[in-house]
């Protein structure tokens, strides 16, 4: 690295803090014209919340907003034009476009119902309907919680459970987070349609794509702890006493760690971002990553929201097996998902806990209870080597309970297909994260006009921000990442070039 002759620091024209999807978007734009550029990751790896189970080739984060994962609400005629469109056709990344949600399972009564069954359900149109127009409303002062608003407008139970597994925890909340204000901004400027892409491979390509142009400028494992800033450029301090001289830099971390206030910033952000940063929030969310033997689901199926269930969504993604890692051959996965408060309680779960119950929330949903026919107890053999390796022998007995439900030896295919059909799982927790510290921002109650413009906005020619926070459309996806990052760097270019931003 070239070194300052006045302070021994290392010098680089641009610094980008934080190698996810924005940090390294906004590298790719700026290090032809700066080839000194300097990406420092806190952690060990690259992708931020994009990262692989390698066990279940999946990818376990990734689509922001509209579920996390090689998953996320798109329209073709919106895809076709965006940034990451233009990347996935450079990986020759093919998609396939579903509707959402695919299937509906209503979990008192135990009903799985498809998404396009030919049946009137009045309550789940009318709630459709209000969810689709929350954009007409007038913005309430003070804001309210969506569930505040619905039983205002005289929702019934029923409503509220499949507003709270459907809507909030795709927006990464629980119903009593989600703000009704910044509802109606993501209604007025979703510009993105309402079905899913689903590429076929995992969002890891994306990442690895992204990494080629700046390889030889990334850094891990260099948390910045502390950033001086002003109008001759900014001093990082990172670990170890290292410190780092630039010109300009970009911040892309997460909320959360603005919030925890992990980097220091002298002198301190201006009150308005501060405020922003204090109303936007994130919250937790929690995946169960599933490699079964065989597909127990109906054919074509995608995905299933669940009401008054442990598990609010599950999906299935198809990978092909790679030579890399002949142990996936024919394995097919699912994931569960779950945002939110509940992820909150889950987080306290141990990981046995959590996939037993998975289980056998899937065994409910696609058991065929008509017949028995005799099982592989080998599967929940597996689960209970689990849990006895990691000493959690109070869930080794929660095991043999479940078991012991069944009948004798009765883990069938029919009447249990996910416990017959079990390989392994993998829970992650994204609150456990130490540089994420969740899951994505969501239309916040309490936020307020601005803030994700305030949260943007750039101090001086010096310092700049970007990630799915600050896009001012309330939009937490892949591509509000990447189109954040690259807007970054349009503002550090205008910036050096002495002509005024528009953005």
Request: glycine share 8%.
């Amino acid at each position: 690295m070239p070194r300052s002759e006045s302070t021994g620091a290392s010098f680089h024209s641009i610094v980008v803090i934080g190698a996810g999807l924005s940090g390294l978007q906004a590298a790719n734009k700026l290090v032809e014209k700066y080839p000194d550029l300097l990406l420092v990751e806190a952690s060990s790896r690259l992708g931020g919340r994009v990262q692989q189970a390698i066990f279940a080739v999946h990818s376990i984060g990734g689509a922001w907003h509209t579920t996390v994962s090689a998953l996320w609400r798109t329209a073709s005629t919106y895809f076709t034009l965006s940034v990451l469109q233009g990347l996935l056709q450079e990986v020759n990344c093919n998609l396939r476009e579903f509707d959402w949600p695919d299937y509906w399972y209503f979990g008192n009564s135990r009903q799985l119902v498809s998404g396009d069954a030919k049946v009137s359900d009045e309550e789940l149109e009318r709630l459709h309907e209000l969810f689709a127009s929350v954009g007409q409303r007038v913005r309430p002062e003070p804001d309210i919680s969506a569930a505040e608003w619905l039983r205002q407008e005289g929702a019934s139970e029923r409503m509220m459970a499949v507003a709270d597994a459907c809507y909030a925890n795709d927006f990464g909340c629980s119903l009593h987070q989600l703000g009704l204000s910044e509802m109606i901004t993501e209604n007025q400027r979703w510009d993105s349609g309402d079905t899913y892409l689903i590429l076929d491979r995992p969002l890891q390509a994306l990442v690895q794509h992204l990494s080629k142009g700046v390889e030889n400028n990334i850094q891990l494992q260099w948390p910045v702890s502390r950033i001086e800033y002003g109008p001759e450029g900014a001093k990082l301090y990172g670990p170890s006493g290292s410190v780092v001289q630039c010109r300009r830099v970009i911040v892309t971390v997460p909320i959360m760690m603005l919030q925890q206030e992990r980097i220091i910033f002298s002198p301190p952000l201006p009150a308005e971002k501060t405020a922003a940063i204090s109303r936007i929030k994130m919250s937790n969310a929690v995946k169960v990553i599933f490699a079964f033997s065989w597909p127990f689901w109906p054919t074509g199926f995608f995905d299933v929201v669940c009401t008054d269930s442990f598990m609010p969504e599950f999906w299935v993604t198809e990978y092909p097996a790679t030579s890399s890692d002949p142990a996936t051959a024919g394995l097919c996965c699912m994931v569960g998902f779950v945002a939110g408060a509940r992820a909150e309680e889950i987080s306290h779960l141990s990981q046995t806990a959590v996939i037993t119950r998975s289980l056998a929330q899937l065994d409910h949903i696609f058991g065929k209870r008509s017949q028995n026919s005799p099982g592989n107890p080998r599967n929940m053999g597996l689960l209970v080597l689990m849990a006895s390796r990691r000493g959690d022998f109070g869930n080794v007995s929660l095991i043999f309970r479940f078991i012991a439900k069944q009948g004798p030896i009765q883990a069938s295919s029919r009447k249990h297909p996910a416990t017959a059909a079990f390989v392994r799982a993998h829970v992650e927790d994204w609150s456990r994260s130490p540089y994420i510290g969740g899951a994505y921002s969501y239309p916040s109650l309490g936020a307020r006009p601005g803030d994700r413009e305030s949260l943007a906005a750039s101090l001086g020619d010096t310092l700049f921000f970007a990630g799915e926070a600050t896009h001012p459309a309330v939009n937490p996806c892949m591509q509000a990442a990447l189109e954040t990052g690259e807007r970054a760097a349009a503002q550090v270019l205008r910036a050096s070039e002495h002509v005024p931003s528009k953005l």
